[in-house]
């Protein structure tokens, strides 16, 4: 069945470092989306990549979806102590033009020391 | 706007016992998917709904199974319960388009603990 990885599972930065996880999909996707889960929360909607090569930024996040749409990453740019939490990306595939189901990766766990 | 709305918060359970979560999908929304999320781990998809049909399940027993109510409200109902379906069960609605879906909107969950 499909399968979502992301690497690393933990990252511990100085607040002002740079963060990045990375996410990679045994099959291509027609999407992938981006969610963060703070501590005792839910996960909240971030992004959504659509397109081949496709990148979106939201002020100090970067997000990748690659050339194949079987990859992503999400990059921080001088991580701030609000950024704690867990990043998931999730990737679904569409079947004949009905929306597919979102399988979830185990997620990066973000730490910042101030 | 209403968001999704899950009930109850926490809950109980001995091992062998069954239970019924209820959500509330956020206004608008015609697609509810349910995830189990075990402590430090990703959600895992159990299945979605959509127009009161099942629109995919993952790989769960059939002692999982669910609802989708015409006003888009779901349940999710667990029978024999086991210890390790101890976890923190998240509802997730979202609007199905042929192109495409956005974002899903997550419930804030039910923390299940089967003892």
């Known amino acids: 069945g499909q399968q979502v990885m992301q690497i690393p599972q933990y990252q511990h930065v100085q607040e002002g470092e740079d963060f990045t996880t990375y996410c990679n999909s045994s099959t291509t996707l027609s999407n992938i989306q981006w969610y963060k889960q703070r501590p005792g929360g839910h996960p909240v909607f971030l992004i959504q990549l659509v397109k081949s090569g496709e990148v979106k930024k939201q002020k100090r996040l970067t997000f990748q979806f690659g050339e194949a749409k079987k990859n992503s990453s999400l990059h921080i740019t001088a991580t701030q102590t609000t950024d704690v939490g867990t990043y998931f990306c999730?990737?679904?595939?569409?079947?004949?033009?009905?929306?597919?189901?979102?399988?979830f990766g185990k997620g990066t766990k973000l730490s910042v020391k101030p | 706007e209403t968001g999704v709305t899950q009930s109850p918060t926490h809950l109980i359970k001995t091992r062998g016992q069954q239970v019924t979560l209820r959500c509330s999908s956020q206004?608008?929304?015609?697609?509810v998917s349910w995830y189990q999320q075990a402590l430090g781990q990703g959600p895992q998809f159990i299945f979605q709904?959509?127009?009161?049909?099942?629109?995919g399940r993952g790989n769960f027993p059939p002692r999982f199974s669910g609802l989708q109510f015409p006003n888009y409200s779901s349940e999710l109902n667990v029978n024999a319960l086991e210890l390790d379906d101890s976890a923190l069960y998240l509802c997730?609605?979202?609007?199905?388009?042929?192109?495409?879906?956005?974002?899903?909107?997550f419930g804030s969950g039910t923390r299940l603990t089967v003892v």
């Open positions: 206004s608008g929304h015609n697609t």
């Open positions: 709904y959509y127009r009161e049909e099942e629109n």
């Open positions: 999730a990737g679904a595939r569409n079947y004949g033009g009905s929306q597919g189901n979102l399988i």
């Open positions: 997730a609605s979202s609007l199905a388009l042929r192109q495409p879906s956005y974002g899903y909107t």
